[in-house]
């Protein structure tokens, strides 16, 4: 019996040390989760799979702290277990804890990476504790810095873009057209800041007859006042003749701020637009589902800012599934025209509207006056679905398999600047940001970038399915545990009964 006990307990610790050793060289986890957040896409496989040179990522965590800290750092080492295993290796890391060592820490602020001052709670006493959530990753002599791995943000995205970025010797090229009133690369910090991880952008004139137009991947047209020359309008159309790919954000009506008085914009860009079948309304789309402005008032001898809906600025928050929406809340647009597809219906050009109005919706002619105290009604908005934004591909300029992002709001991923620039919505610059990307990208990236965890809370149910649901979860477990009992004693019970049987051996 004993000898029956120890062969038992030898075989559970061989199978529990062979378990140890094959988790060391193969990992596998399953994903249940609906957005497929624990898999590895099929742009970092390739990323992974075409590295010539190793990686080194070093992770700093301050460990003990939180549990949403240590969530992070937990899923941010089993991705980078995953990557070391379908690199074979060609990814290594290793983890840090800045707060055990001052000198380390110092090294850590000055590489870029700055903790974050957390309060926490200890014996009935909340203190503040800097908390490190950062990597550093080499490859050879260049070096990147993700000053914070975000929890619950897209990791694997700012992981893999990284890593691509190590590993271009030279980047794709995105021209910005310039030279019609257009503002500056500097002007959109936001956007920039995060396009210049995969591509160099440049500065481009059309009229500059040296500038070959076609090494560039993607030329984005941003706000233009002034109108182009027939030349500068030749030089794009042999563009896209030739497969090209090409942003447009364009104020087709214009408000001046000090007059109030909104106008059609008087440049030529929407007329060469039409051209491709693409005609914008003389008109501003008005929506109930609005952005705010803030209106000064007086109460008394006090004033204040009270902020109020502002029809003129479409909040859009339905997206279609596509990879330039994805994962896009809400995009604001500040004076924006309907988009129209006017081409024939034998053409082989495709037509896609990716950003509408709601349900609730209308236009007003310009040019008009824009007055901040008009009181809205029903009948302001009898319109549904207005395209501010959409994509056309095929031969738009007659030969050749080209693409087209057309948005009719110029400025709303613009910060300005000096004093002047202002802080865009996060939704605002990713919708450039992600525009850009499909058109320019092949590696599939811009699938990550808004890949996250989707909160589906129980809010968004009613009262009684949420009442059931709340009560089914605490319970179910309460009752599997009770049958598994009742079971259990039940199966004890007969096996008591059996063995008091006569000629129960």
């Known amino acids: 019996m004993k000898k029956s006990i120890l062969s038992q307990l030898l075989l559970i610790i061989v199978v529990l040390i062979l378990i ?5 060289r193969f990992f596998v986890r399953l994903d249940f989760t609906g957005d497929k957040i624990y898999t590895l896409s099929k742009a970092t496989k390739d990323i992974l799979h075409s590295l010539n040179e190793p990686v080194t990522v070093t992770a700093y965590f301050t460990r003990g702290s939180q549990p949403e800290i240590e969530k ?14 379908i690199s074979k290796g060609m990814v290594n890391y290793e983890f840090l804890n800045p707060n055990e060592d001052q000198q380390l820490e110092q090294e850590v602020m000055q590489s870029g990476i700055q903790p974050l001052v957390l309060n926490v709670r200890e014996k009935d006493q909340v203190k503040q504790q800097r908390v490190y959530l950062g990597a550093k990753i080499v490859m050879g002599e260049r070096t990147e810095i993700i000053p914070v791995v975000q929890p619950g943000a897209a990791m694997e995205y700012t992981l893999s873009s990284s890593i691509k970025k190590l590993s271009l010797i030279n980047k794709s090229q995105i021209g910005w057209i310039q030279g019609h009133g257009e503002p500056s690369i500097h002007a959109m910090q936001q956007a ?3 396009l210049s991880v995969l591509y160099d952008l440049t500065p481009v004139r059309l009229e500059d007859e040296s500038v070959d137009l076609h090494k560039y991947l993607t030329l984005a047209i941003v706000a233009p006042t002034d109108s182009f020359s027939d030349y500068e309008l030749q030089r794009l159309d042999e563009y896209l003749a030739d ?42 789309a008005v929506d109930r589902s609005a952005g705010t402005v803030g209106v000064r008032q007086q109460a008394g001898f006090m004033t204040f800012t009270r902020q109020i809906p502002f029809p003129y600025w479409p909040a859009i928050r339905n997206f279609p599934e596509m990879p330039i929406t994805k994962g896009l809340n809400e995009v604001t647009f500040q004076f924006a025209s309907p988009i129209n597809f006017i081409g024939a219906a034998d053409t082989s050009l495709r037509f ?7 349900e ?58 000096g004093q002047e620039a202002q802080q865009r919505p996060p939704d605002n610059v990713s919708l450039m940001v992600n525009s850009i990307d499909w058109l320019s990208d092949d590696t599939g990236l811009i699938d990550l970038r808004t890949k996250e965890v989707t909160s ?17 979860n605490f319970l179910l477990p309460i009752a599997f545990v009770l049958v598994v009992g009742v079971v259990r004693v039940e199966i004890r019970r007969r096996k008591r009964i059996k063995r008091m049987e006569e000629g129960y051996v």
């Open 20 to 24: 140890n050793v094959l988790s060391t």
């Open 72 to 85: 992070a750092r937990k899923d941010f080492q089993d991705l980078l277990i995953e990557y070391s295993n």
């Open 192 to 194: 920039v800041q995060q």
């Open 243 to 284: 497969g090209g790919r090409l942003f447009i954000a364009h104020n087709h009506v214009t408000v001046d701020l000090q007059t109030m008085q909104g106008n059609v914009n008087t440049g030529n860009l929407s007329s060469w637009l039409a051209e491709k079948g693409l005609t914008i309304d003389n008109t501003f």
């Open 352 to 358: 896609t509207s990716i950003l509408k109005t709601s």
């Open 360 to 417: 609730s919706s209308g236009t007003l002619s310009a040019p008009l006056f824009i007055n901040l105290e008009k009181q809205w009604t029903e009948r302001d908005f009898p319109l549904s679905g207005l395209t501010l934004g959409a994509i056309l591909q095929g031969p738009i300029a007659g030969r050749g398999f080209a693409k087209m992002v057309l948005i009719t709001d110029g400025d709303f991923a613009v910060n300005g600047e």
């Open 456 to 472: 589906r809370p129980l809010k968004e149910l009613e009262d009684g399915k949420r009442t059931f649901v709340k009560w089914l």
